[in-house]
Every structure is written in structure tokens, then in C-alpha cells.
């Protein structure tokens, strides 16, 4: 059985939600990722903050990414998976909440992430395809 543990991009970093989003970008540029995790102040996930989350909901709005906070920017309910869980588990939570990233946690703590390029390198081209038309398949225009 493949695991969320045997396809994620080992070494992720947190971002505290207590800092800014000028010290997110530049953790971002340092580790070549577009997105971090946010944590709370007990290191528990809050949110996941992406690099177009800091262009479109800060600096396009003319706000200071010097003053904003990553805790600022993490909306909803943020997803993840335990390294433990069957690759099939995997696709389905990125399928079911349309995400592209999905951080990895094991004994409570962030250990991994699993993006895009993660299911690209291990899974099949028929888990890419279904997985890609799921995550990108546009909601039905209402009448």
C-alpha cells in the first residue's frame, strides 16, 4: 500500500500565524514552495497560506504585507492528511475540498506536504487524469 507518508515532499515548514506576510514570502522564495502551512501558537494547522493569497488578498488590495499576518489570511476549515493514509485517501481529500495541496501530519506534528507535483512523480497516469478532472472540473453554471 502507498502512503501519504511515501509520496509527500519531506522537510515542510510552518508559518506562524503571528507573522507577516513579507517574512512568509520570503520563507517561501527560501524554500522554493508556493505555499506554508500556518500555525497557531500550539503548533496545531489553522490555515495554508499561498503565494497568491499574499498577491490578490493583500498587496492588490494596497495593504502592507509588512503589517498583515499570516493568521490574517488563513479562512475556512484547513484539510489535511496523517502520513499513514492510503494514497486512495489522499486523492480523495484533495477531490472532495478541490485543493492542490495537502499538508502531512504524523504524532500531531507537520511532517510533509503532498502537491501536485508529488502525484505527478508516483501515481498513474489514470489516477492523474481522474484526480485532475475532479480538482479542476468547474461547478455547473445555475440557470
Known amino acids: 500500500m502507498t502512503t501519504a507518508g511515501d509520496i509527500m515532499h ?9 507573522e507577516t506576510l513579507d517574512r512568509a514570502a520570503q ?9 506554508l502551512p ?24 494596497g495593504h502592507d504585507p509588512a503589517r498583515v499576518t499570516a493568521g490574517e489570511m488563513a479562512h475556512g476549515t484547513p484539510r489535511w492528511i496523517e502520513a499513514s493514509a492510503d494514497v486512495g485517501d489522499v486523492l480523495h481529500e484533495m477531490q472532495e475540498h478541490q485543493i492542490r495541496r495537502l499538508p502531512v501530519i504524523e504524532n500531531k506534528r507537520l511532517v510533509g506536504m503532498i502537491s ?5 512523480r508516483h501515481l498513474t497516469e489514470d489516477q492523474i487524469a481522474t484526480w485532475a478532472e475532479s480538482v479542476y472540473a ?6
Open 10 to 18: 519531506r522537510g515542510a515548514r510552518w508559518i506562524p500565524a503571528h
Open 27 to 35: 520563507l517561501m522564495r527560501e524554500l522554493n514552495v508556493g505555499a
Open 38 to 61: 500556518i500555525s497557531d501558537e500550539n503548533e496545531r494547522l489553522c490555515g495554508i497560506l499561498t503565494d497568491r493569497d499574499i498577491v490578490v488578498g493583500c498587496v492588490a488590495l
Open 116 to 120: 501536485e507535483a508529488d502525484l505527478a
Open 138 to 143: 468547474r461547478t455547473p453554471a445555475g440557470p
